[in-house]
């Protein structure tokens, strides 16, 4: 057992370390999406007028936005530095020795984790700067961090399983705009019930990003919300174990190859 | 003449790369749509807001955004296959053979340009198909799509002066990110009278705000700030011909 948690731990750190080597890889899922929090903030302020607004700061409403947009970063970071071992061929060098086939994904995901917590506490720490007030307290800001870093964990899994399926990390990177589409049609810059357009309203109500965001924005604004919570949640738990299934399957593949 | 048969082969290449080539062609005309549809779409609410006056509606009033949106980074993606053509070396072919390279900057131009109106064409077509109102006639649509042309070309000369410098694919992001964060910080969803906060200071200085504005102006047939938006974004573009001049003299001493 002790020299499992050591592999994933060595393994966790080398991703940890290889992530913060390259500042592109640090300041994109940092810098990016408060600067569309920034840009969308100031321009749809207006939208707070509307009858029936949530509430009367749009700061608030979109800051739940950061989280999933950091996590979709998440995806390919993790995706991209393992189709980088792939193609470099470290992983072929891993599967000669002991280390068991789980290790290598659990270090890998390790990594995500550690930064999609970076990423949580960095977009907390500017929303209450700029006057954000978490309604749920004290007790949903640390459930918020659990939020954010589950959904990491999911996305970082799903990019995992994308480069050991394909190997390329032009491959994971091509994920990204479809990511994006999911992102934009879903309830981010307004609430599905305001959402005039009937098709668009049924399309982001089918998009499971809307409950992402939903389930951070109930606690940021409305406080508990257990229907939120419980969906926001339950849908994040079906994307993990599905991705982590596929990842590992992949990776079982690929080690055998 | 030298030049415009350097220009025509220039053009005629890049044109054909993009259209027998689905990953460069699809994005160029996909990401506009979906711009469309996600602000269009998803944010129509938004005309309810009270200061609101747009009376052709939310989806005309994002058109007019969406379109100059597609203009720039039409010619953005035009200066990805300048840098493309310098790293695998055919861009340095092409300064020893070109007789007058002027002629390749002008080739690089028409090709973003005709690539940008197969996307406006598109773009058009699913914009009337879902019911856009347009109040403005013929002429004040053409003062849009003209604003849209020196977009057009400001943005392709940006991105030609960039690739032109660095070289590689790499600079990527440095075409890329100044244009995306100029067009942001213009009066995107609604208009600039009720943008509040710092995004208001920053949209009165910024050029595009007086390009969109206009263009807005033109589809509503109430022509608003056409002379200092032409102005502007004509300004941009000799500013940025000098741009990419200097960067293809830079490109020639590199050889």
């Known amino acids: 057992m002790n020299s499992f948690v050591d592999q994933v731990y060595f393994l966790a750190r080398r991703s940890v370390v290889r992530t913060a080597r390259q500042p592109a890889n640090v300041i994109s899922p940092l810098v990016f999406p408060l600067f569309l929090l920034a840009v969308n903030s100031g321009g749809l302020k207006a939208e707070t007028h509307l009858p029936g607004f949530p509430t009367s700061s749009f700061v608030a409403f979109a800051l739940a936005v950061p989280f999933i947009q950091g996590a979709l970063f998440s995806t390919m970071n993790a995706g991209t530095d393992l189709a980088r071992d792939i193609q470099t061929g470290f992983l072929n060098r891993l599967s000669l020795t002991p280390m068991r086939r789980i290790a290598v994904l659990a270090g890998q995901l390790g990594g995500v984790v550690t930064m999609g917590l970076v990423q949580v506490l960095v977009y907390l720490a500017v929303g209450l700067i700029i006057g954000v007030r978490i309604a749920s307290g004290p007790a949903g800001v640390l459930v918020l961090i659990v939020f954010g870093v589950f959904v990491c964990l999911g996305f970082g899994a799903l990019g995992a399983f994308a480069a050991l399926r394909t190997g390329s990390g032009e491959a994971v990177q091509s994920l990204f705009p479809a990511f994006f589409v999911f992102l934009f049609i879903s309830s981010m810059n307004i609430p599905r019930n305001l959402m005039e357009i009937t098709w668009f309203r049924d399309v982001a109500t089918a998009n499971p990003v809307s409950y992402l965001l939903e389930c951070v924005r109930s606690l940021i604004i409305k406080g508990w919300d257990l229907e939120a919570l419980a969906l926001g949640f339950g849908i994040t738990a079906v994307i993990t174990a599905a991705s982590l299934t596929l990842a590992s399957w992949a990776l079982k593949v690929r080690m055998a190859g | ?255």
């Not at chain 2, 035009?78 to 002008?106: C, K, Q, W, Y």
């Not at chain 2, 973003?112 to 856009?132: C, E, Y």
């Not at chain 2, 070289?167 to 067009?183: D, E, N, Y």
Request: net charge positive; charged share 10%.
């Open chain 2, 1 to 255: 003449m030298k030049t415009l048969a350097v220009a025509r082969g220039v053009s005629w290449r890049m044109l054909h790369n993009v259209f027998t080539n689905p990953s460069l062609l699809i994005p160029s005309i996909v990401f506009p749509l979906f711009f469309f549809t996600a602000f269009a779409g998803g944010l129509s609410r938004v005309h309810d807001v009270p200061g609101f006056n747009f009376p052709q509606g939310y989806t005309a009033f994002q058109y007019v955004f969406v379109v100059l949106q597609s203009a720039a980074f039409g010619g953005v993606f035009t200066g990805f296959g300048i840098a493309r053509d310098f790293e695998s070396g055919f861009a340095r072919r092409l300064l020893l053979t070109a007789p007058h390279r002027s002629g390749i900057v002008l080739g690089y131009g028409l090709s973003a340009l005709v690539r940008w109106l197969v996307t406006l064409t598109v773009l058009t077509t699913v914009a009337f198909a879902v019911g856009m109102q347009v109040g403005g006639s013929g002429v004040e649509l053409f003062g849009l799509y003209a604003l849209g042309l020196i977009l057009n070309i400001a943005a392709l000369l940006w991105a030609c002066g960039v690739a032109m410098r660095f070289r590689t694919l790499q600079a990527g992001p440095v075409m890329q990110l100044p244009v995306f964060l100029v067009l942001f910080f213009a009066p995107v969803y609604v208009p600039l009278s009720l943008l509040q906060g710092w995004i208001h200071g920053v949209a009165v200085v910024n050029p595009l705000t007086r390009v969109i504005e206009a263009g807005r102006g033109f589809v509503a047939a109430d022509p608003t700030e056409v002379a200092a938006a032409f102005f502007a974004a004509l300004a941009l573009a000799g500013g940025f011909f000098l741009w990419a001049i200097r960067g293809l003299r830079k490109a020639e001493t590199a050889g």
